[in-house]
């Protein structure tokens, strides 16, 4: 819930990060209230291109401010339409130096959208030593598409058990991933 006119900096971190620092991202993480803002009780995060061609975006998060274990993970949201966006919803691991560091600490991606494939959704689970994932594909009929209307994206998780669901559909499920590198042991 967003509540108010600024953003909570109790629970929520503004991460700042150069071009290219993952993905081989243009953008530039930037703390500006044009890039990341509250208004009519939702949280945008805003893209931007400048008039000397370089971009700036928002991103937050919670880590160190909230650790969860289980439970169901819920946004409502609207992602951007273009070439270049990539709209994401996960969960990470706090300290990733206690199971070792990505992918073997964990990732849930619980929505992932392509701004240039609008209509397909992905929930994707990351894991292990080498990187395996399990992932699931959600693709939207007809003229609809994640980018001109809200959804509603979830992930439960449970004791031996994580679920994927869009806007109530359960679209993928895995009980099956570890956090050790093969040959080595837990």
């Known amino acids: 819930?967003?509540?108010?006119?600024?953003?909570?900096?109790?629970?929520?971190?503004?991460?700042?990060?150069?071009?290219?620092?993952?993905?081989?991202?243009?953008?530039?993480?930037?703390?500006?209230?044009?890039?990341?803002?509250?208004?009519?009780?939702?949280?945008?995060?805003?893209?931007?291109?400048?008039a000397d061609g370089t971009y700036t975006s928002g991103r937050v998060s919670t880590q160190n401010k909230k650790d969860f274990v289980y439970g169901l993970f819920e946004c409502r949201a609207k992602v951007p339409f273009g070439k270049g966006f990539l709209p994401a919803f996960w969960l990470m691991s706090t300290d990733e130096n206690i199971y070792g560091q990505?992918?073997?600490?964990?990732?849930?991606?619980?929505?992932?959208?392509?701004?240039?494939?609008p209509d397909t959704l992905h929930g994707t689970m990351h894991f292990g030593n080498p990187h395996a994932q399990s992932q699931g594909t959600y693709v939207l009929d007809g003229e609809e598409?994640?980018?001109n209307s809200f959804h509603v994206f979830q992930c439960e998780w449970l004791p031996g058990c994580i679920r994927w669901y869009v806007d109530g559909v359960l679209y993928h499920e895995e009980t099956q991933w570890h956090s050790t590198t093969e040959g080595v042991g837990t």
């Not at 703390?31 to 291109?49: P, V, Y």
């Not at 990505?102 to 494939?117: A, H, S, T």
């Open 1 to 50: 819930q967003f509540e108010g006119n600024t953003l909570n900096r109790n629970d929520w971190n503004v991460e700042l990060h150069e071009p290219g620092w993952v993905n081989e991202e243009w953008q530039e993480y930037v703390d500006s209230e044009h890039n990341i803002f509250i208004k009519d009780g939702m949280l945008h995060l805003n893209a931007i291109k400048h």
């Open 102 to 117: 990505w992918p073997r600490c964990g990732e849930i991606d619980i929505m992932e959208v392509l701004g240039d494939k």
């Open 145 to 147: 598409d994640f980018s």
